[in-house]
């Protein structure tokens, strides 16, 4: 076995920021964290944890769905490791109950296989309200069935983590009980319910919602609706800090509300690490332009967007590097119980470089350093 030691100007380890410190590597496993020696010349930068992104839609070209088995999954992980992901959670939004089959048995044979960077599966939908469908095919939605939860449950036992979209109106506390029981992660989202429905979803297990502000019951103050139980709650929320998807104003108020409940989620889709203009989904046109991502009538349909440039918008918007850098690392990585997000002794060294600008120059999960896809 080969040890080696890594230092950079500031060390983040997935909670704090810290100066003058190495990284000791066992082969590619984290040994320990310790006082920089002399002679170890550190990188200019921040050393860091690869994030860990719970919503992605698709890379690489390709978008989670009929067509995804094991190697799809495995082309999607990559494109996102040579993107800052030390691990991702594919997702699959609102589709048919045989591409939902399909779906969980690709992630379980890539499970199988230990597939880089695939940390379980995220099913966004079919359990929705349509009226926030957002741009998911309102068809294809429709209430949580016993065979959909059982077929949820069976899953589970052979997933590393899995997580599930629904809205209260789709599904019944008594069926938010048992998926959490089973030890699948309920996020609230797609959701047009009131404030008291939100809570009695969260009083039954559901851990936290869906990016935040988008397609759901927005807060009004006498209607807070399910931005209300968030901002008011313990849930956690993700949320996507791209400045399209939420007001910068709106992104300081959940900070402040919600200090460490929120973690930064990319919502990319198949153009991600690719020069594509446009792709298909569900049989209609999404068209890439200027950072965005819409249907042809404008409604936002996933987005654009690199979790490095996620941190500079919440840094923008109030938060602190270290807080910004948590909630695209241990935060996400916390909440579905994976083992990333952090530099910590036993680890995988999946680790990232980012500039004083929290821009990312470096990626290593192997022997070297490399370059980010452009």
């Given at each position: 076995?080969?040890?080696?030691?890594?230092?950079?100007?500031?060390?983040?380890?997935?909670?704090?920021?810290?100066?003058?410190?190495?990284?000791?590597?066992?082969?590619?496993?984290?040994?320990?964290?310790?006082?920089?020696?002399?002679?170890?010349?550190?990188?200019?930068?921040?050393?860091?944890?690869?994030?860990?992104?719970?919503?992605?839609?698709?890379?690489?070209?390709?978008?989670?769905?009929?067509?995804?088995?094991?190697?799809?999954?495995?082309?999607?992980?990559?494109?996102?490791?040579?993107?800052?992901?030390?691990?991702?959670?594919?997702?699959?939004?609102?589709?048919?109950?045989?591409?939902?089959?399909?779906?969980?048995?690709?992630?379980?044979?890539?499970?199988?296989?230990?597939?880089?960077?695939?940390?379980?599966?995220?099913?966004?939908?079919?359990?929705?309200?349509?009226?926030?469908?957002?741009?998911?095919?309102?068809?294809?939605?429709?209430?949580?069935?016993?065979?959909?939860?059982?077929?949820?449950?069976?899953?589970?036992?052979?997933?590393?983590?899995?997580?599930?979209?629904?809205?209260?109106?789709?599904?019944?506390?008594?069926?938010?009980?048992?998926?959490?029981?089973?030890?699948?992660?309920?996020?609230?989202?797609?959701?047009?319910?009131?404030?008291?429905?939100?809570?009695?979803?969260?009083?039954?297990?559901?851990?936290?919602?869906?990016?935040?502000?988008?397609?759901?019951?927005?807060?009004?103050?006498?209607?807070?609706?399910?931005?209300?139980?968030?901002?008011?709650?313990?849930?956690?929320?993700?949320?996507?800090?791209?400045?399209?998807?939420?007001?910068?104003?709106?992104?300081?108020?959940?900070?402040?509300?919600?200090?460490?409940?929120?973690?930064?989620?990319?919502?990319?889709?198949?153009?991600?690490?690719?020069?594509?203009?446009?792709?298909?989904?569900?049989?209609?046109?999404?068209?890439?332009?200027?950072?965005?991502?819409?249907?042809?009538?404008?409604?936002?349909?996933?987005?654009d967007l690199r979790l490095d440039r996620a941190v500079r918008v919440a840094v923008a918007a109030g938060a602190g590097p270290a807080q910004a850098l948590a909630m695209a690392t241990s935060v996400p990585a916390d909440l579905i119980g994976a083992k990333a997000g952090?530099?910590?002794?036993?680890?995988?060294?999946?680790?990232?470089?980012?500039?004083?600008?929290?821009?990312?120059?470096?990626?290593?999960?192997?022997?070297?350093?490399?370059?980010?896809?452009?």
């Open positions: 076995m080969t040890l080696q030691t890594l230092a950079a100007t500031t060390l983040f380890d997935g909670a704090q920021l810290l100066d003058d410190m190495a990284v000791i590597l066992r082969d590619r496993v984290i040994e320990a964290i310790v006082p920089r020696p002399a002679g170890v010349v550190p990188m200019p930068g921040i050393l860091a944890p690869g994030f860990v992104d719970l919503q992605v839609n698709g890379g690489a070209g390709l978008m989670v769905g009929a067509g995804t088995d094991a190697a799809a999954l495995a082309r999607i992980c990559a494109v996102h490791r040579d993107l800052g992901c030390a691990g991702i959670l594919p997702t699959l939004i609102t589709d048919g109950p045989e591409v939902t089959a399909r779906v969980l048995a690709a992630g379980i044979a890539a499970a199988r296989v230990d597939t880089p960077g695939f940390l379980g599966l995220h099913l966004e939908g079919p359990h929705l309200d349509p009226r926030r469908a957002g741009a998911h095919d309102a068809a294809l939605i429709r209430p949580m069935t016993d065979a959909d939860m059982a077929a949820l449950i069976a899953a589970r036992a052979d997933l590393p983590a899995l997580m599930v979209t629904l809205a209260p109106e789709a599904a019944t506390p008594a069926q938010i009980a048992a998926l959490t029981a089973a030890g699948i992660i309920v996020s609230l989202g797609h959701s047009d319910c009131t404030l008291d429905q939100a809570q009695a979803a969260f009083a039954s297990g559901a851990r936290c919602a869906t990016h935040l502000f988008n397609a759901m019951s927005p807060l009004g103050h006498r209607q807070p609706g399910l931005v209300g139980a968030v901002l008011s709650g313990d849930a956690q929320a993700g949320i996507i800090a791209d400045g399209t998807h939420v007001d910068p104003a709106a992104l300081r108020i959940a900070l402040r509300a919600r200090p460490g409940g929120l973690f930064l989620v990319s919502d990319c889709m198949a153009v991600a690490g690719t020069t594509l203009t446009e792709f298909p989904l569900q049989g209609r046109r999404i068209l890439r332009r200027d950072g965005r991502l819409t249907l042809a009538d404008g409604t936002l349909a996933g987005a952090r530099i910590a002794p036993g680890q995988a060294a999946d680790l990232i470089l980012l500039d004083a600008d929290l821009h990312l120059t470096g990626i290593r999960d192997g022997a070297g350093w490399r370059a980010p896809r452009a």
